[in-house]
């Protein structure tokens, strides 16, 4: 596509109940990365994928956050058993390729916890 | 640790000049980006330095230091729709952006 797609773009769920969050890089980017932003806050890190080498998930907060990049293209980032300090923007972005170039965003997903 | 600071917020009048700053500290070094997030909307890029000096972009400026550890976004000829947050960010040598919290831009009439 054009740009980065996610979806949903909002989802609001009850606490305890797995959620799963979708984005669609640009086609030809070999590298995806999710990121989650909340309120006044700067982008904290997840994880990323880069070709079909083992992702770098450093960044998941916990055993809850897991994440899959199928055929190199579209990623779904899991949340299991969601608590209310899920509740942030995620956001997913690719690029060219791993290292110092731009990266395009999508628009993110606002999960909300209640 | 790693860290980006960044103020929190700038108020500045259209048509002006505004610098946001921004000082960094990476467990190595592999570029600064500015990038730039209305409300509501994804970050979109505008700049990246590795090589000290000012990297000039239309209305927009990006200088770096390495030896300071210190950029700033330069932006002239304010107009309303540049009110947003813009977000510095710092690559280590793993190539992982390391992002400050962001500095939210008011543009005033």
């Known amino acids: 596509g054009a740009g980065v797609s996610q979806s949903p773009s909002n989802k609001v769920t009850e606490k305890g109940k797995d959620v799963e969050l979708r984005c669609d890089p640009i086609?030809?980017?070999?590298?995806l990365y999710w990121y989650r932003q909340s309120l006044g806050q700067g982008l904290e890190f997840l994880i990323y994928f880069q070709g079909n080498s083992a992702p770098d998930k450093s960044g998941l907060p916990s055993d809850r956050f897991s994440a899959e990049r199928t055929g190199g293209s579209v990623s779904t980032l899991t949340i299991q058993r969601t608590q209310q300090e899920d509740s942030a923007v995620y956001l997913c972005a690719s690029s060219l390729y791993y290292g110092n170039t731009e990266a395009f965003f999508g628009q993110g997903t606002r999960l909300t916890v209640v | 640790g790693q860290n980006i600071d960044q103020p929190t917020e700038m108020t500045a009048t259209e048509g002006a000049i505004v610098q946001i700053n921004c000082t960094y500290q990476t467990s190595g070094f592999n570029g600064l980006f500015w990038y730039q997030q209305h409300a509501g909307e994804a970050p979109t890029f505008l700049s990246y330095n590795v090589l000290d000096g000012l990297e000039e972009k239309g209305r927009f400026s990006s200088f770096l230091s390495r030896s300071k550890g210190y950029s700033y976004l330069l932006l002239k000829e304010l107009q309303m729709k540049d009110s947003a947050s813009y977000l510095c960010?710092?690559?280590?040598?793993?190539?992982?952006?390391?992002w400050g919290a962001g500095t939210k831009l008011i543009i005033k009439p």
């Open positions: 960010a710092g690559m280590d040598s793993n190539y992982q952006l390391i």
């Open positions: 086609s030809g980017h070999t590298a």
